[in-house]
């Protein structure tokens, strides 16, 4: 009979669309390196598991767990770093349906959080950048705790900020980092379409909804919480028409 207190929301992906400036900035730092330039649908897949991944990624031109050599490593990295200063929100667009769905949360008196493995040099400048800051009471990045998405831990430590269980908590993300990090930590997860998800079908995750968008995930919520106040449990909502519950 658990009610659901609050949300913690992925940023990459699942707030915002921040390919192109990631793009920007992975191919600056190639071109800078003597590497040809990427597409941007291919550096789309390399993001989810934090900036260094995505450098190594973008330096071996892969998915696969093969990394550079440690100095061009290094090097990338601090590439990397510089030319995403130079670009971070320039492009970033606020993907449809999260304004109205953020306000709508709050309306229902639950408690947001961003939960990203994006460092926090880059994650406050965008949240204020596209006018997202101000929903949300905490926000943790990918250096706030000592390991990140798809362990639990940042999940824990944002309920713990907000002063809920994670049974009182919902996860919200776009790819397999969001939904193992949120089941580990015991909370309900959904699961948005139209994210990265390293360039896989969300509908292979586990988790307990696919919802076409953040409105639809406050509806989900609200539904939730109004069958458990009115003592009737009757199940999970069913999802929206993008999906249904794994």
Aim: glycine share 10%; proline share 5%; charged share 20%.
């Amino acid at each position: 009979m658990t009610t659901f207190r609050a949300v913690l929301l992925d940023l990459d992906g699942t707030l915002l669309d921040s390919v192109p400036d990631l793009a920007l900035a992975a191919n600056a730092m190639r071109i800078e390196l003597g590497m040809p330039a990427l597409r941007e649908d291919v550096i789309a897949t390399f993001v989810g598991k934090g900036v260094d991944n995505l450098v190594r990624r973008a330096l071996t031109g892969s998915l696969q767990d093969a990394d550079p050599d440690p100095a061009l490593f290094d090097q990338g990295r601090a590439s990397f770093y510089r030319h995403y200063h130079l670009v971070n929100g320039d492009k970033a667009a606020v993907f449809d349906g999260v304004i109205e769905g953020l306000k709508a949360m709050r309306d229902q008196g639950l408690k947001l959080a961003v939960v990203t493995n994006k460092p926090t040099e880059f994650t406050l400048p965008l949240l204020q950048r596209t006018g997202l800051a101000g929903f949300f009471q905490e926000v943790v990045c990918g250096d706030t705790c000592a390991r990140r998405k798809p362990d639990p831990d940042p999940m824990l430590f944002a309920c713990e900020r907000l002063g809920v269980t994670a049974a009182q908590a919902v996860a919200i993300g776009d790819s397999i980092n969001d939904a193992q990090a949120g089941r580990a930590a015991g909370m309900h997860v959904l699961a948005v379409p139209y994210g990265y998800n390293e360039g896989q079908d969300v509908r292979g995750l586990d988790v307990d909804g696919i919802v076409a968008n953040i409105v639809e995930a406050a509806q989900w919520i609200a539904l939730w919480n109004a069958d458990r106040k009115q003592g009737q449990p009757g199940g999970l909502p069913a999802a929206p028409a993008t999906g249904t519950a794994n």
